[in-house]
């Protein structure tokens, strides 16, 4: 069973700084299909990124996606208010079907 | 716009049983997977079920194999999760989440319903 381990666990930067947070997975993630989503208090998550680096619709390109095999990487370039919140990276095609990892708070400093 | 409402949720006792649906607006139901995935409180993000466009490939995480039914109705644009025999750890936010990207990811979730298992 593949499992996806996220760090640090909690991030404390300022708005204007660059984030950087990693996700890692026990066994190699199937075709790269790695997805970044974004969660908000009292909010559904949000898809920011698919297939490791592609971004969705709308999102902004300060954010961008890395990464292959087992590690990848969700950068912010320059922090907004708005971008504040939990990440969670999720794998689609290892057993099971689909998972996430545990979660990136990202917190102002 | 695209749209999807979850609702069903509710308080039911240990070893009870609920039907959570899903109704979606703003896109054709039929050319999408569809997930259902739930966040217990305080919790991360957990899997649950996942359903091809037809219908002809169904998967349930292990922890509800069994117990969960995940189905649609096209004709409805309506998704389901049939759950029984629940139990309190079943104690959750339930999303659903329409399927992109070749099914890889869910693109678009609802706000979700709450399901509290407690006697």
């Known amino acids: 069973e593949i499992v996806l381990t996220q760090s640090p666990g909690t991030l404390s930067l300022s708005p204007g700084d660059r984030a950087t947070l990693s996700c890692r997975a026990s066994?190699?993630?199937?075709?790269?299909?790695l997805a970044w989503h974004q969660q908000k208090p009292g909010q559904a998550p949000r898809l920011l990124i698919y297939?490791?680096?592609n971004r969705a619709t709308g999102i902004p390109d300060r954010f961008s996606g890395s990464g292959d095999g087992t590690d990848f990487t969700l950068t912010i370039s320059r922090l907004e208010p708005e971008d504040f919140a939990v990440y969670y990276c999720?794998?689609?095609?290892?057993?099971?079907?689909?998972?996430f990892g545990q979660g990136t708070k990202l917190e102002i400093k | 716009e695209v749209q999807l409402v979850e609702s069903g949720g509710g308080q039911v006792k240990p070893g009870g049983s609920l039907r959570l649906s899903c109704a979606v607006s703003?896109?054709?139901?039929?050319?999408?997977?569809m997930n259902w995935i739930r966040q217990a409180p305080g919790k991360g993000l957990e899997w649950v079920a996942s359903?091809?466009?037809?219908?002809?490939?169904?998967y349930h995480a292990d922890s509800v194999k069994g117990r969960f039914t995940i189905s649609r109705d096209n004709s409805k644009s309506l998704l389901y999760l049939q759950m029984n025999s629940l139990k309190a750890e079943d104690t959750a936010v339930y999303y659903c989440?329409?399927?992109?990207?070749?099914?890889?990811?869910?693109?678009?979730w609802g706000q979700g319903t709450l399901v509290t298992v407690s006697s």
């Open positions: 989440g329409r399927g992109r990207y070749s099914g890889t990811t869910s693109d678009f």
């Open positions: 703003g896109f054709t139901f039929s050319s999408y997977s």
């Open positions: 066994q190699s993630v199937t075709s790269n299909n």
């Open positions: 359903m091809s466009i037809s219908g002809s490939f169904i």
């Open positions: 297939g490791t680096s």
């Open positions: 999720q794998q689609y095609g290892s057993s099971p079907m689909y998972s």
